[in-house]
């Protein structure tokens, strides 16, 4: 059974840094892709950045040259560097794997307010 359990997620000033983590079981985690998700009030759930199993990156556009993904498979954790953090990234973010379903994480609550 795959679990992602998201961590260190908080209130942050507008400016401020955040990292989050995302600790995996029950999955071969090194061929797998990563993926971190958000989703803020009334809004859908979109992807914030995903990494592969080769390390290459995709960010979505509103996050590139903010937020850094990384991965260590020895761990079996996936983190998100969030700098330079915005009111506008204030969500519940999730971590996600997809195996031969899709699985989510319960969601970290990321606010960013002054």
């Known amino acids: 059974q795959v679990q992602l359990v998201e961590s260190g997620g908080g209130l942050v000033q507008p400016g401020g840094s955040l990292r989050l983590s995302c600790v995996a079981s029950?999955?071969?985690?090194?061929?797998?892709?990563m993926g971190w998700y958000r989703q803020a009030p009334g809004k859908q759930r979109e992807l914030v950045a995903s990494?592969?199993?080769?390390?290459?990156?995709n960010y979505a556009d509103s996050v590139k040259g903010r937020f850094t993904i990384s991965r260590d498979n020895a761990e079996k954790t996936v983190y998100l560097q969030m700098n330079t953090l915005k009111p506008e990234d204030t969500a519940v973010y999730y971590c996600?794997?997809?195996?031969?379903?899709?699985?989510w994480g319960q969601g970290t609550q990321v606010t960013v307010s002054s």
């Open positions: 029950g999955i071969i985690f090194n061929i797998y892709t």
């Open positions: 990494i592969t199993a080769g390390g290459y990156t």
């Open positions: 996600n794997v997809n195996t031969n379903r899709i699985n």
